[in-house]
């Protein structure tokens, strides 16, 4: 039988990361029962912004059905995360500043190959290749940058971005202005974690107001 469903594609903040998920809600699972239909959540922690790609060729690849119409939600994570690909065992291994003290490979990437141009140059690749895809499969796609600024190529379709692209972290904010994570952490901001979880994870109350602001958003 035919059904209306919603994806969640992203990192930890989609994944709901610094939850107690045996009763607290991630806002895709709010999502999915304010519009009465079935969510299911496919992000991965620690992953980026390219990592959407697989993770949505994972989807068409294996669960998806052509009689349902699909809704996909895309967290948009910090530009410089990327992945590679493990030479042994063609494991995914997943890139990061933060990361890189722990690998000689990934420090090297930070030292040698990345810089801000090229964090916008696959941030446009990438969702280019997404909207190609959901096309193809006909999944209707929604983009919703996370606590980065972006700049997107005139080619992206920009009016599948939540607040023309402004990072979601603005409504955290009472007058929507943009400010930095780590300044909402230091503000100890009503939806972030701090104090002894000072990872920048939205909250059960951060998952409730993005939820609300998507709600009003996306259109099913």
Same mark, same amino acid.
């Given at each position: 039988?035919?059904?209306?469903?919603?994806?969640?594609?992203?990192?930890?903040?989609?994944?709901?990361?610094?939850?107690?998920?045996?009763?607290?809600?991630?806002?895709?699972?709010?999502?999915?029962?304010?519009?009465?239909?079935?969510?299911?959540?496919?992000?991965?922690? &620690?992953?980026? /912004?390219?990592?959407? !790609?697989?993770?949505?060729?994972?989807?068409?690849?294996?669960?998806?059905?052509?009689?349902?119409?699909?809704?996909?939600?895309?967290?948009?994570?910090?530009?410089?995360?990327?992945?590679?690909?493990?030479?042994?065992?063609?494991? #995914?291994?997943?890139?990061?500043?933060?990361?890189?003290?722990?690998?000689?490979?990934?420090?090297?990437?930070?030292?040698?190959?990345? *810089?801000?141009?090229?964090?916008?140059? *696959?941030?446009?690749?990438? !969702?280019?290749?997404?909207?190609?895809?959901? &096309?193809?499969?006909? #999944?209707?796609?929604?983009?919703?940058?996370?606590?980065?600024? #972006?700049?997107?190529?005139?080619?992206?379709?920009?009016?599948?971005?939540?607040?023309?692209?402004?990072?979601?972290?603005?409504?955290?904010?009472?007058? *929507?202005?943009?400010?930095?994570? *780590?300044?909402?952490?230091?503000?100890?901001?009503?939806? #972030?974690?701090?104090?002894?979880?000072?990872?920048?994870?939205?909250?059960?109350?951060?998952?409730?107001? /993005?939820?609300?602001?998507?709600?009003?958003? /996306?259109?099913?």
């Amino acid at each position: 039988m035919a059904a209306d469903i919603l994806l969640g594609f992203g990192d930890s903040w989609t994944h709901g990361d610094d939850l107690d998920l045996s009763y607290e809600k991630t806002y895709m699972q709010l999502l999915g029962e304010q519009f009465g239909i079935e969510c299911r959540n496919l992000s991965k922690p &620690s992953t980026s /912004i390219p990592h959407l !790609i697989v993770q949505l060729r994972e989807f068409v690849e294996t669960q998806y059905y052509p009689r349902n119409q699909y809704h996909a939600v895309f967290f948009l994570s910090a530009q410089e995360r990327t992945f590679l690909y493990d030479d042994e065992d063609n494991h #995914i291994v997943n890139v990061s500043p933060t990361s890189a003290k722990d690998s000689e490979r990934q420090d090297s990437y930070y030292r040698s190959i990345y *810089n801000p141009p090229l964090g916008t140059f *696959n941030l446009n690749v990438s !969702i280019l290749a997404l909207q190609q895809i959901c &096309s193809a499969y006909n #999944i209707k796609d929604y983009y919703v940058a996370g606590w980065q600024e #972006i700049n997107l190529w005139r080619q992206v379709d920009q009016t599948k971005f939540f607040n023309h692209g402004r990072p979601v972290t603005t409504v955290f904010t009472e007058d *929507n202005t943009f400010k930095q994570l *780590n300044e909402l952490r230091d503000e100890n901001n009503m939806y #972030i974690t701090h104090a002894h979880r000072p990872s920048g994870h939205p909250n059960r109350q951060g998952h409730a107001k /993005i939820a609300q602001a998507l709600g009003q958003w /996306i259109k099913i």
